[in-house]
């Protein structure tokens, strides 16, 4: 049994791969999108802020006070929480600490809202049928097509696009660094290629018109905020409904929820199952007489 202690020990030494905070912060963010780093950095800043002590030092109270310190909704009051917890994870998992505090700190529950933000297909069609001819129409097109992530769809190159039998593809790549191709419908496809023209193929599916570069998130979000105020929706939609809509109004129509999964790229059958709960077809509910 003495042989064993030198190695135990050794399991337990702080590691060497980071020698401060700054260097495991730098190792953490390392292979994450640039848009995913930018709210780290921001959240762990708001952490460092507010506990004014090196990772090593803190202490739960430190963290539960600044988890009850995080102001804004539910939802940003979870994301920063699990933002941090996932640092100190990492932090544990390489060995900087020996274990840690953030493990006993559970993030607010708060009510499932996807419900509230999947639009009735007619409205998505009214959104698209209203947006002028041209690159604008056809960005919501395909956001609602493919159900991509906004950071997707601005990535794409015309190479990603390929013809697939008597229509075509496109090639996303994003979170969690996973590619999936998506199947185009046919009518959408004529349209898609003629909407090309002679575009190179390294030239930007949807381009910026202030230079010519990829169109970014923020011209996204206004080109959809823009459709949706002419069809005069209050409610603030964003780019990532489109593919609420998407998975949503498929099932609908039949689609098998791991066909659903695939397009998406989901995780997991679980995640997709989400829009079967946030939609069902069947209530106790419906069977009483109120």
């Known amino acids: 049994m003495t042989a064993l202690v030198p190695a135990v020990s050794a399991l337990v030494q702080p590691s060497t791969q980071a020698d401060t905070d700054a260097q495991l912060i730098e190792l953490w963010l390392h292979g994450r999108s640039t848009n995913t780093q930018a709210a780290y950095q921001n959240d762990i800043g708001k952490f460092f802020s507010l506990v004014g002590k090196p990772i090593r030092e803190v202490t739960l109270r430190d963290f539960q006070n600044f988890a009850d310190a995080i102001e804004g909704a539910i939802g940003t009051k979870r994301r920063v929480t699990a933002a941090v917890k996932s640092l100190f994870s990492f932090a544990l998992k390489l060995g900087y600490v020996r274990f840690s505090v953030a493990a006993a700190v559970r993030a607010p529950k708060a009510m499932d809202t996807l419900a509230e933000r999947i639009l009735p297909e007619a409205k998505i069609h009214e959104m698209i049928a209203l947006t002028p001819e041209g690159r604008d129409r056809m960005l919501l097109r395909l956001l609602y097509a493919t159900g991509g992530r906004v950071s997707e769809i601005c990535a794409t190159k015309w190479r990603h696009v390929q013809v697939n039998g008597d229509s075509g593809q496109i090639t996303l790549f994003g979170k969690g660094g996973k590619t999936h191709a998506v199947v185009l419908p046919t009518s959408l496809w004529a349209d898609f290629v003629a909407y090309r023209a002679d575009a190179d193929d390294d030239a930007p599916v949807f381009a910026s018109r ?68 946030a939609k069902p077809t069947e209530s106790s509910a419906k069977f009483l007489a109120v």
Do not use: E, N
């Open 210 to 277: 202030k230079g010519g570069g990829h169109l970014d998130r923020s011209q996204v979000l206004r080109i959809v905020q823009q459709a949706a105020r002419r069809a005069r929706i209050r409610r603030k939609v964003s780019p990532h409904w489109f593919r609420h809509a998407h998975a949503s109004h498929a099932m609908d129509r039949g689609a098998a929820i791991h066909v659903v999964c695939a397009t998406l790229a989901h995780s997991s059958i679980a995640i997709t199952g989400r829009y079967l709960h």
